[in-house]
């Protein structure tokens, strides 16, 4: 059984788990005075769990490129935005130049296209810079386990993936071409990427596409189930609210900052050990004030385009049309290719690490290395599961 079958009977019957109605009692609305004892509690089990530390990643585009049509997402197939895939060549001058900043832990993204991001294209970028990067994961379109198992195999040891929603009729209006209106296949990629060998699975919904307390707990849902049967694994959340994006999509579904904070504390008193993510989407003051009550991992830096941290790919802009690449008439003189949104917190990894320091937490940019392999089996050879540093 799947977890496709746990999110039906949840839709159906509405019976809850006790866990699950705890969760739903903790997003419920709350009074200043409670909200305020559920974030003093939920900062107190983040110190338990994970110390002070906070992890730093960064995302890098490989492609935007994607045959998939989402109303919502700024590489949806019809915006006529300017795209280009980088060459392996060029993911590691991106990379490096990560490197250059204290990163050590890449998330390559990329849009889903069969005819631009394939035949071993994403192994190779993830080989070519495992040497340097000890933590790489991946964010892109569904793959069968086989297909996973190569990536686990070329040095991936993360996957991201959202459901977007777990709304299936809001699901089915927002996709509206593309493999990715397949609802039940995209819900089952943690299970598949679990089989084939990740060590580290994210997952989380977009906040803004339905009512946020609904998407909330069938992904309080999914993390249960995750937990049940994928054991072996860490887990990660994300709760990525919309940001304005190539073809103006306005979401119906509004989170405030209130109810942001609420969610994500509410989910650190249930979860106690999962990690919880904070990417650049959201403002300056509202991550610093999340920093301490629940979060453990962060993205700083960011940019959303491929090439953005260098201009690689500058000179191989181009439009695709009906899946064909069309070449500009004239390249633009300055600017590179579109972002998939934009962010709000534009601040250099560098001062981002300095008011971690300034707030008593400690930045971690790196937390694994393959060598603990080596020596884990030269010490002990019956041990096969990998364990971080």
Request: glycine content about 8%; charged content about 25%; some cysteine.
């Amino acid at each position: 059984m799947s977890f496709v079958d746990t999110l039906n009977r949840l839709d159906e019957t509405g019976r809850r788990s006790p866990l699950l109605a705890r969760f739903e009692r903790l997003i419920a609305p709350k009074s200043p005075d409670e909200l305020e004892s559920m974030a003093a509690r939920s900062a107190a089990l983040t110190r338990k769990h994970f110390g002070r530390t906070m992890r730093l990643f960064a995302p890098l585009y490989l492609s935007n490129e994607c045959i998939n049509n989402c109303q919502y997402c700024g590489f949806s197939r019809d915006n006529p935005i300017l795209r280009v895939t980088l060459s392996v060549e060029q993911v590691v001058k991106e990379a490096r130049h990560l490197a250059s900043q204290g990163f050590r832990h890449i998330l390559l993204v990329a849009g889903e296209h069969p005819k631009f991001v394939s035949n071993g294209y994403l192994e190779e970028c993830i080989a070519a810079i495992r040497d340097f990067i000890p933590t790489v994961a991946i964010e892109v379109g569904p793959m069968e386990q086989p297909e996973y198992r190569r990536m686990v195999d070329s040095g991936a040891e993360g996957l991201v993936v959202y459901q977007e929603t777990y709304h299936r009729g809001a699901y089915a209006a927002y996709h509206t071409a593309g493999p990715k209106r397949n609802f039940d296949w995209r819900l089952e990629c943690p299970e598949r990427a679990y089989a084939a060998g990740f060590r580290r699975i994210g997952v989380g919904a977009l906040m803004g596409l339905a009512d946020w307390r609904y998407e909330a707990l069938r992904l309080a849902a999914h993390l249960e189930y995750l937990y049940r049967h994928g054991w072996k694994a860490t887990y990660t959340v994300s709760l990525p609210r919309l940001r304005p994006a190539a073809g103006s999509f306005e979401p119906e579904f509004a989170i405030d900052d209130r109810e942001f904070v609420q969610l994500i504390c509410a989910l650190r008193l249930t979860f106690s050990q999962v990690g919880i993510v904070l990417s650049t989407r959201e403002s300056r003051a509202l991550r610093d004030a999340l920093f301490p009550l629940g979060i453990t991992s962060i993205s700083a830096g960011s940019h959303t385009e491929p090439g953005g941290y260098t201009g690689e790919g500058a000179d191989d802009l181009h439009l695709t049309v009906r899946g064909r690449r069309v070449e500009l008439e004239e390249k633009p003189s300055c600017g590179g290719a579109t972002g998939q949104f934009d962010i709000d917190d534009d601040r250099s990894p560098a001062e981002i690490a300095g008011l971690l320091r300034e707030m008593g937490l400690d930045p971690v940019w790196k937390d694994w290395d393959p060598a603990i392999l080596d020596a884990g089996a030269a010490s002990n050879p019956v041990e096969s599961e990998m364990q971080p540093c």
